[in-house]
């Protein structure tokens, strides 16, 4: 069965970091896209950072920039998105997500809207991040 595996949340002082793992189970994350995603209560869910397939291009979306890095650990099979510099406003249910593409050329980007990921592609459950003081 294939799974995929969200840790590392938790309550965090503003101004504190955090760091998210997003496991594989049961396949390799090599070959997929992954992206990271939040949903407050109450709000939609938003694309926080993706990175590609192939070549390592990531996006950021513009709340995250400059304060997330999503990483990939091909060995562990595990992409992370440490969080430095948190934000009351980060406070949400972070959920990572899978995409694969037949198309070699869409292997080589990633985006983060909601257009982009969808029910077919693989979604972990979940993990909290509290930013409160």
């Known amino acids: 069965q294939l799974q995929l595996v969200e840790s590392g949340g938790g309550l965090a002082q503003p101004g504190g970091s955090l760091r998210l793992a997003c496991a594989a189970s049961?396949?390799?994350?090599?070959?997929?896209?992954i992206g990271w995603f939040r949903q407050a209560p109450g709000k939609e869910r938003e694309g926080v950072s993706c990175?590609?397939?192939?070549?390592?291009?990531?996006n950021y979306a513009d709340s995250a920039k400059g304060r997330f890095t999503i990483t990939r650990d091909s060995v562990k099979s595990t992409v992370y998105l440490q969080m430095n510099s948190l934000k009351p406003e980060d406070t949400g249910v972070y959920h990572c997500?899978?995409?694969?593409?037949?198309?070699?050329?869409?292997?080589?980007?990633?985006?983060?809207?909601?257009?982009?990921?969808?029910?077919?592609?693989?979604w972990g459950q979940g993990t909290q991040v509290t930013v409160s003081s």
């Open positions: 997500a899978a995409k694969t593409s037949s198309y070699i050329s869409a292997r080589f980007t990633c985006g983060i809207s909601n257009d982009y990921w969808g029910q077919n592609d693989l």
């Open positions: 049961g396949f390799n994350l090599d070959s997929y896209a």
């Open positions: 990175i590609s397939t192939y070549g390592g291009k990531t």
